[in-house]
């Protein structure tokens, strides 16, 4: 494995587990639930574009058809970020009970470096690379 890929898959991994461990405080099952969702949408949707990569890949693997499934997924993406952002807000989700108002999450970068001083630059990187990409 090279040291990119060793580094973006440290990065990619400490986060999430910052991430999970933050949401989990909040003792929202709905919560997780949405995050998950919202991670398990985009990996489907890199791993569907590398399968596809090759043609000879049988299609059969997915149940979702070939010339619809980009849209689904994105719209249920689209949804389930809105669910998220909805509980954390406390408004009304259909299906889900609301985050107890009394629980919040407390953050600030000397908060994540000395809960996780392991992995807080991960964190940080993560969120410096991101917004770097989004300026071009």
């Known amino acids: 494995m090279n ?3 060793s580094l973006n898959k440290k990065l990619i991994i400490n986060s999430l587990n910052i991430i999970f461990d933050q949401a989990e405080k909040l003792n929202s099952a709905s919560l ?3 995050i ?5 949408f985009s990996l489907y949707t890199i791993f569907r574009f590398l399968y596809s990569s090759n043609n000879k890949n049988p299609e059969g693997i997915f149940s979702l058809p070939s010339h ?3 849209t689904k997924l994105y719209a249920s993406r689209i949804i389930s970020e809105g669910n998220v952002e909805n509980l954390l807000n406390r408004l009304p989700v259909s299906e889900y ?3 107890d108002r009394t629980r919040q999450v407390e953050l600030s970068p ?3 470096e000395e809960q996780y001083s ?3 630059d ?3 990187n993560m969120i410096q690379m991101v917004e770097k990409r989004t300026e071009s």
């Open 3 to 5: 040291v990119l890929t």
């Open 32 to 34: 997780i639930r949405e």
């Open 36 to 40: 998950s969702s919202c991670l398990m």
């Open 68 to 70: 619809l499934w980009k």
């Open 97 to 99: 009970k609301s985050i």
């Open 110 to 112: 000397t908060i994540i």
């Open 118 to 120: 392991a992995m807080s």
């Open 122 to 124: 991960s964190l940080l």
